[in-house]
């Protein structure tokens, strides 16, 4: 009974070592929207250190910008979840692009970096659920936390 004892004891601790190293896994992500026609950038890089960086440039309303924003616990465990199951998949290089699209609107572009891989896309006009679900997510969660940092900054 000792030794079953200590065997799941032993396999509990690998098994939760397991886990926390993925979660605390490097990583870099890049989320760009960028406009050749207006020369408007947009760029938020988030990295495993917990910060936001973000540039703005659009010529067109004159702004040049650069901040850098801390990120919470919550908003590095989102983004480390949804890495996770972003990783499990491949990206195509581009979504949304092709005949009977519009030319001239803003490109969207992804990039992620992990000490265990990467993978990068373009994003143009995606047709309704093309984009994958785990893309979708990373997107929307960037996304929210780049509107929440910019609205608390406003304040």
């Excluded at 703005?56 to 199951?85: C, H, Q, W």
Aim: with cysteine.
């Amino acid at each position: 009974m000792r030794r079953i004892f200590i065997g799941v004891l032993f396999l509990s601790i690998l098994h939760g070592c397991g886990k926390e190293s993925e979660s605390t896994e490097a990583f870099r992500v890049e989320y760009a929207v960028t406009s050749a026609w207006t020369g408007y950038r947009f760029s938020a890089v988030f990295d495993h250190s917990g910060h936001l960086y973000v540039t703005e440039k659009n010529p067109v309303a004159e702004i040049d910008r650069t901040f850098t924003y801390p990120l919470g616990a919550n908003e590095m465990e989102s983004i480390e979840e949804r890495l996770l199951t972003l990783k499990d998949i491949e990206l195509l290089k581009a979504y949304g692009f092709g005949e009977g699209k519009p030319y001239d609107l803003p490109i969207t572009s992804f990039r992620y970096e992990t000490t265990s891989g990467s993978d990068s896309t373009d994003i143009y006009v995606p047709e309704e659920n093309e984009l994958p679900v785990e893309l979708a997510s990373i997107l929307q969660t960037l996304m929210r936390i780049i509107q929440n940092q910019d609205l608390n900054a406003d304040s």
